[in-house]
T-cell receptor, first 110, second 116 residues
Framework: RKEVEQDPGPFNVPEGATVAFNCTYS??????FFWYRQDCRKEPKLLMS???SGNEDGRFTAQLNRASQYISLLIRDSKLSDSATYLC???????????FGDGTTLTVKP | GAVVSQHPSWVICKSGTSVKIECRSL??????MFWYRQFPKQSLMLMAT?????????EQGVEKDKFLINHASLTLSTLTVTSAHPEDSSFYIC????????????FGPGTRLTVT
């Protein structure tokens, strides 16, 4: 079993749709959680950190469920520019290094 | 925000030659730098973790004699692909984390290596 697993995708949605991605992690000692966005042939860029209390940034909402060991990303009112691969990233306490999921590809169509 | 640069952004080399890739943190001190490799349509695969002034820690399956990593200062790490072969062709990305223990990583723009 992979340490971090994501919805396989791809997700193809129309503009304006709401889409949700889930990610599960296997190590209960994991401490920090992030969603990154990666455009084709570019480096990943931090989208948002994920906190136990949940956090929202505009159309994006991230949530963490430690008991079930999963995190989610909700995108409301999808834009064409949201088309990208979304990477779930998990850090273990004290490890420093990050474990990446395989990514979920989102395509928003007009 | 924190900026990480990589040089070169792309390189084409002949099989058997060596290629050096630089990763620099431009506006912060990076205690730890990470080197990743990404093949087309796959996720990032961590190759090694390097801390300034000490030897890099390589992930299982990554040959340390082939992928030489040097982290001589808090702002510079280098990856040298020695005796490159076509199967080493990939997108190499570095990232750096600062001293704030947030575990947030700042990624360089990547280097696309093609070995002919």
């Amino acid at each position: 079993r992979k340490e971090v697993e994501q919805d396989p995708g791809p997700f193809n949605v129309p503009e304006g749709a709401t889409v949700a991605f889930n990610c599960t992690y296997s190590n209960s000692a994991s401490q920090s959680f992030f969603w990154y966005r990666q455009d084709c042939r570019k480096e990943p860029k931090l989208l948002m950190s994920v906190y136990s209390s949940g956090n929202e940034d505009g159309r994006f909402t991230a949530q963490l469920n430690r008991a079930s060991q999963y995190i989610s990303l909700l995108i409301r009112d999808s834009k064409l520019s949201d088309s990208a691969t979304y990477l779930c990233v998990v850090n273990m306490a004290g490890a420093g290094k990050s474990t990446f999921g395989d990514g979920t590809t989102l395509t928003v169509k007009p | 925000g924190a900026v990480v640069s990589q040089h070169p952004s792309w390189v084409i080399c002949k099989s058997g030659t060596s290629v050096k890739i630089e990763c620099r943190s431009l506006d912060f001190q990076a205690t730890t730098m990470f080197w990743y490799r990404q093949f087309p349509k796959q996720s990032l695969m961590l190759m090694a973790t390097s801390n300034e002034g000490s030897k890099a820690t390589y992930e299982q399956g990554v040959e340390k004699d082939k992928f030489l990593i040097n982290h001589a200062s808090l702002t510079l790490s280098t990856l040298t692909v020695t005796s490159a072969h076509p199967e080493d062709s990939s997108f190499y990305i570095c990232s750096a984390s600062g001293t704030d223990n947030s575990y947030e990583q700042y990624f360089g723009p990547g280097t696309r290596l093609t070995v002919t």
